[in-house]
Nanobody
Framework: QVQLDESGGGSVQAGGSLRLSCAASGSATNTTCGAWFRQAPGEDREGVAR???????TYADFVKGRFAISMDSAKTHLYLQMNSLKPEDTAMYYCRRGWGPPGACDYRYWGQGTQVIVAS
């Protein structure tokens, strides 16, 4: 069954915004920490942002000040608010969820990905 379901991707002009959502279901609803990764064509998958169970957030340098990761109080939804988008942000975005103390999240679930395209 679907454990993580991403949505919110799409096409946008440079400078625009998108909000990605990752809904947890089944056993994934018990997870406490999460992260967003992305993969552009021909590139390796890279970490974008993560959030710990205590709410601490960490961002890759290339998105600092532009993106914000958050989780609802029930921990059923993970979000990524993306502002001031650039063409180089074009990629498939994936969410991950898991358990663990801050800095040591054991990611057990992957989403299927949602495509983000930023036109110049």
């Amino acid at each position: 069954q679907v454990q993580l379901d991403e949505s919110g991707g799409g096409s946008v002009q440079a400078g625009g915004s998108l909000r990605l959502s990752c809904a947890a279901s089944g056993s994934a609803t018990n997870t406490t920490c999460g992260a967003w990764f992305r993969q552009a064509p021909g590139e390796d998958r890279e970490g974008v942002a993560r959030i710990e169970g205590d709410g601490t957030t960490t961002y890759a340098d290339f998105v600092k000040g532009r993106f914000a990761i958050s989780m609802d109080s029930a921990k059923t939804h993970l979000y990524l608010q993306m502002n001031s988008l650039k063409p180089e942000d074009t990629a498939m975005y994936y969410c991950r969820r898991g358990w663990g103390p801050p800095g040591a999240c054991d990611y057990r679930y992957w989403g299927q990905g949602t495509q983000v395209i930023v036109a110049s």
